[in-house]
């Protein structure tokens, strides 16, 4: 087709022409064949697009979409907190052991001012760990030897949660006791520790958000593990400069 | 005055506000000192002897207690809680050194035993060190130039700087900024939360490195004739290279993977909102990015 | 049931029904949201596939969708859910598409784009089947194609969009539809 009302069908179609080149138009088709059929089977095109059902997914997603709305539910809930007292901030651990360790990710775990343990994924993947607190070994397993990660066994479950519910106790444990030392320290270094422990929140918190959109980015995981235990290790610092001026 | 070395002895020094001591050591001893405020420089002699000057206040007492492996000094006051001592310490050079203090600045100068420097509010400048040195302020820099061995140096909310070092390194700030120059390595770890990472040394056959910043970027020089596989994972930051970068098939748009040479070095780059930015050595802007 | 959703009940209308289930939703009912997922996951897979070029599309999807929950606050039934959530998802995908973009051209220090080239002009060719002709559009024609005719934009909008001139985005459109008629000869 060379006319030059060939550019103007899909104009035609869609309701764009004026009342004066519609009426050209139109008058047009009643004597060009190859035009008029355009003109239906452009119509038909559009209307197959309006009406297109679309392709499902290979894989439904819903699943993963109701996790992620959920923990977004849940961090915003742990963000609405109330601070038990005024100035002080609520920073709550957003990231699960379990899910760090499913990553591969090597975690020093530290209990207050105990000397600690160390979990520790032998190759990313693999699942095995050693753990070398005697506290949380059944008597069976010796010290030292390694055991098969399952997040299903009841016991590496328990084991896990709590390492977790001990670092979470660490860092609230150090936090407390920089609560109530903070007055004994110069507050230029008060003020450090407080910027860099931000700095360190807000990193955690961007990590672990991309992570939540977007879990095949593994490596997020190694991000977040590494700034907690800075922070960690910050905490520690802190408290023990509080202790030494008590 | 040189005294006798008595083991379990303990020396209540005397109490002008200057105080200069000698004595004799065991050249393969250890050297501890914690101190609330003031310097603390440690230099190394080829004598074995300790040599411990310190400027402080009438008040104030420097007690060494010294077994035959370790030598302790402390600040006493004769009433209320210890002053400010700045300490000058000449030791052998064979020593090793465990530095702690809190408003302290930390000078070591020539030990080649093992480095250990602590401090709250202060700078830690280390020349030299051998076998371990930790460092580490909260704030204050790291400074550490010519150590060979395993090097742990971390600060909080100021620059660690390290030049021409070789051995194993970990390099840690939270805002601060990472700088390695000179530094001949198989096994690097650099990492800072909001701070840059700059990484100028050797990328040896079958080294492992590994440079972690959140927002900070992270510059990598990469020799002409270097063999290394360069992993690049970041969310939003760039990747600039100054020369061709080959990606190889393995990598992925979200994980590059840049082959240069056999890709014998396995290199790990890991930003959130850092850029990474490959140059040549020397080509880097002499002004920090 | 929640008390709102034994209020609004249960239409026959699928536009009332859906607009409920908005409701539900918008009032955190999550089995409402599901089921407004199930109705339109399908158009919006179609539409992350096409936009991307690609049918890896889970993760895309699962942005999509969270977001959508996230803003459904901010609907206000001024239009069909549905059109309000394929816009949400054209901003997903065309800010998706612009990151991948502008990451893979810095790869490469010379000047090389890694945009798609436009397919050579061969001559009609019958897919096997209509969406496959899609597919095989040149990108810009089929951005417009998808953005007009299945997602409902004006060629302003478009041209906003895809940083083109409306013009181009009415030429693109023409030349997108004259290639898939062929499928309804």
Request: hydrophobic residues 40%.
């Given at each position: ?246 | ?259 240069v040479g056999t890709g014998s070095a396995s290199v790990e780059i890991e930003t959130f909102s850092g850029d990474v930015r490959f140059f040549r050595p020397g080509e880097r802007r002499s002004r920090r990015p | ?185």
């Amino acid at each position: 087709m060379t006319d030059h009302w060939t550019e103007r069908l899909s104009a035609y179609v869609d309701g764009e022409l004026d009342r004066e080149e519609r009426g050209a138009l139109e008058v047009h088709l009643t004597s060009c064949e190859a035009c008029a059929t355009a003109v239906a089977q452009l119509r038909q095109v559009v209307g197959w697009a309006h009406g297109y059902e679309g392709k499902p997914p290979k894989v439904d997603v819903w699943d993963a979409v109701a996790r992620g709305i959920r923990e977004r539910e849940g961090s915003r809930e742990e963000s609405r907190h109330p601070p038990k007292r005024s100035g002080e901030r609520v920073r709550r651990f957003v990231f699960t052991v379990p899910q760090l360790l499913a990553a591969g990710i090597a975690l020093a775990l530290f209990s207050g001012t105990a000397v600690g343990v160390a979990l520790r994924a032998v190759g990313a993947g693999s699942g095995r760990t050693v753990v070398t607190d005697p506290a949380l070994l059944p008597d069976e397993i010796p010290l030292g030897e390694s055991f098969d990660i399952d997040g299903n066994d009841p016991w590496t479950v328990a084991v896990v949660t709590q390492l977790e519910e001990q670092y979470a106790e660490a860092i609230a444990d150090l936090e407390s006791l920089l609560r109530e030392g903070q007055d004994k320290l110069d507050s230029a270094t008060l003020r450090v520790i407080e910027e860099n422990l931000r700095t360190i929140d807000e990193a955690v918190e961007q990590a672990t958000v991309a992570l939540r959109r977007d879990p095949a980015a593994v490596y997020l995981s190694e991000l977040i593990s590494v700034n907690l235990r800075r922070k960690l290790e910050l905490l520690r610092d802190a408290a023990a400069l509080v202790a030494s001026e008590t | 005055m040189l005294i006798n070395a008595l083991a379990g002895a303990v020396l209540a020094l005397a109490t002008p506000q200057a105080t200069d001591t000698t004595f004799a050591v065991e050249p393969n001893a250890r050297l501890e000192i914690q101190n609330m405020g003031g310097e603390i420089v440690v230099r190394a002699w080829d004598r074995d002897e300790m040599r411990v000057q310190g400027d402080h206040s009438r008040r104030t007492q420097i007690v060494v207690r010294r077994t035959r492996s370790v030598v302790r000094l402390r600040a006493r006051a004769s009433r209320g809680p210890a002053n400010i001592v700045d300490y000058e310490i000449t030791v052998p050079r064979s020593m090793s050194v465990t530095l702690s203090g809190t408003y302290t600045d930390i000078v070591v100068e020539g030990v080649e035993g093992e480095i250990s420097a602590k401090t709250v509010q202060g700078n830690v400048s280390v020349k030299g060190g051998g076998g371990e040195v930790y460092l580490r302020s909260v704030q204050g820099t790291v400074t550490l130039e010519g150590a060979s061995g395993r090097v742990d140096a971390h600060a909080v909310s100021e620059d660690v700087r390290i030049t021409n070092v070789s051995g194993e390194i970990v390099a840690e700030s939270v805002s601060g900024d990472v700088l390695l120059e000179g530094i001949s390595s198989g096994n690097v770890d650099a990492g800072s939360v909001s701070g840059s990472i700059i990484y100028d040394g050797t990328l040896q056959e079958g080294g492992q490195y590994t440079f972690v910043s959140h927002s900070g970027d992270v510059a990598l020089s990469v020799p002409e004739n270097a063999n290394a596989s360069l992993t690049v994972a970041t969310i939003n930051g760039d990747i600039r290279s100054r020369f061709d970068l080959e990606m190889t098939r393995s990598g992925s748009r979200r994980r590059p993977i840049f082959t240069v040479g056999t890709g014998s070095a396995s290199v790990e780059i890991e930003t959130f909102s850092g850029d990474v930015r490959f140059f040549r050595p020397g080509e880097r802007r002499s002004r920090r990015p | 049931m929640s008390a709102l959703a034994s209020k609004v009940g249960r239409s026959s209308d699928p536009l009332e029904s859906e607009a409920a289930d908005v409701a539900l939703a918008a009032a955190g009912d999550g089995t409402a949201f599901e089921r407004l997922y199930r109705r339109h996951v399908a158009r919006i897979n179609s539409l992350a596939e096409w936009m991307l070029g690609t049918p890896d599309t889970e993760d895309v999807l699962q942005d999509i969708f969270i977001r959508a929950w996230e803003k459904l606050g901010t609907f206000r039934g001024q239009s069909a859910f549905g059109t309000w959530l394929h816009r949400l998802a054209v901003n997903v995908l065309l800010r998706r598409r612009e990151t991948d973009r502008v990451r893979a051209r810095r790869y490469i220090a010379h000047e090389e784009t890694l945009e798609q080239a436009e397919a050579p002009a061969t001559g009609p060719q019958l897919w096997a089947d209509i969406e496959t002709a899609v597919e095989r559009l040149p990108q810009r024609s089929r951005d417009v194609f998808v953005l007009h005719d299945v997602v409902g934009y004006k060629h302003d909008e478009i041209a906003e969009h895809l940083g083109i001139t409306a013009g181009t985005s009415r030429s693109q459109l023409h030349h997108a539809r004259m290639t898939l008629r062929k499928h309804f000869e």
